[in-house]
């Protein structure tokens, strides 16, 4: 066998590990209590509490909810599923197998991605059928929906780097970081009318370039140039895993 | 016969706790190699070190060759690995998670479905097919774990103490399926503080005394090396000969009684059986029972892993 065939097939190997880890994630974690709260009711009520009583159009407010639902649910697999192999220790298992960490984390990461695409297609038809909000570029909203949740999911595989001894404290983590972030991401408020400073700190989260894309898929204004946002979300993204990755070696043996 | 397991320094520290010192051996193919230690000292570290759980802190090793820092991934390509506690996915069926193992370790599908019925049906859990792991009793899900481990088709089975806490039926079952394994050429490495399953199964076995190997060789030569520790079993009847009368018996170490059996420590346990059955007709007793014994691999674990022996024997 050749060099090249050789890595040709380890790509192969590791890519078809890293697609196991999805099956096996989508079998056992998308329909774990805490997936579904913070993913699902987290986002949902956050809408609500925007939306009562305050005298804004449905149909502008349809890309920050895509955005926020998008936020929640792509980056609420990635927390949960190294800590509850873990406690469970299956983890064990995984990282004995001839499958690398990088591709476990992979994984992960395309389970987040699957997860929170799939579920921003719900705020996406309620905005179509019950709000005047329609799409005007197709490409921008699926692009924003796609990597948007890709980055997601990449901050959540990062965020379930810490050894904990129980997943609910990873998922307080991961609150103490997404929630913050929720605010300064032009969600609620489009960034043009942010305080200046909040405007400072917006770019360095992916969720503002994700609801940018998304709301200009919306026909709505943009904030960001088109072509920044898909790029900081690629950056975004290769950085969180980097990052992931680094950490989940670090950490990798803590508590087992 | 060649080495599939090859350990050279291997070493591993938690902070200021230094759990396995620097251990060397090798493992050979077709060999059920027993690694017998107390609790502590450092078996389940070196287990995990050469299954790609944990990174060695000193040393290396190779599995089939490849070493197990540089070439992780292929050298736990070839392993299998029952850890003690059985660490299934419990939401997944029983099935779900044969197959996980399999896909993960790349087994084609044909083969994966194939092998995993029969190993279902092998170890008794056939009829458990589409049930939760969760609804599995303790005994019946190392098994699961077991046949996990002998879908993937490993070269090399690590078992960290398999039967620890299990039934009689589950523990008796899971020796059988090993040892059967073995006679067909799998290499099996056992962990185990049982001394009777090491006896029993073990071809080879080494003994890790506070992150040090203290002996390592077979049962057979470890009991033997221990010439001291050969003793007469007698039991007498129809009177009883002074405990003094047999320590100046020529070649006696020493005397001991349980029971009504009698102990006589040598390092030569024919001539002194002669010696007692002289003696017992001298004075009108007669011998119910007679027999020479080699210590047990018991006798030799306790003599290499108390404070005072430090050194290999080998």
Redesign the interface.
Known sequence: MTAHTELAH?WW?QA??AW?IVK?NA??YYLKPPVLIFGVLFPVFFFMAFKMGRPIPAQNIVPGMVAMALWFTASAVGPLVTPWERR???Y?????????LRAILVGDVISGLIFGACLSVVPILLGLVLTDAYIVEMAKLAGGVVLGAMSFAALGVLLAAPPASSPSNIMLLSNLVRLPLLFVSGIFLPITQMPGWARWIAPISPLSYAGDMIRSGFGQQAYFSPWLSPLMLVAFTALLFWAACVFHRRWR?KG? | MASVIEVCGLAKSFGNVQAVAGVDFDVREGELFGFLGPNGAGKTTTV?ML?????PTEGTAAIEGHDIRTES??S??H?G?V?E?A??????SVW?NLM??A????VPHGQRVREGERLLEALDLAGRKGDKARTLSKGLRQRLVLCAALVTDPEILFLDEPTSGLDVVSARLIRQIVRDLNGNGLTVFLTTHNMDEAEEMCSRVAIINQGRIVAIDTPEQLRSAMQSSQYLEAVLAGGQIDAVELEQLPGTLRVSCEGERIHLYTERPGPLAMKVAQLAEAKGLQIIHLCTRKPSLEDVFLYFTSDQVQEPSQ
């Open positions: 380890t190997r078809h590990g196991i096996k079998l056992l469970s220790r299956t064990e298992r995984l990282i004995s197998t001839p499958v690398s043996t087992l | 995990r299954t790609g759980v944990l990174d991934l292929l736990r390509a392993l690995v850890p506690q660490n299934v996915y419990l939401d997944l779900r996980l193992m896909e993960l370790h790349g």
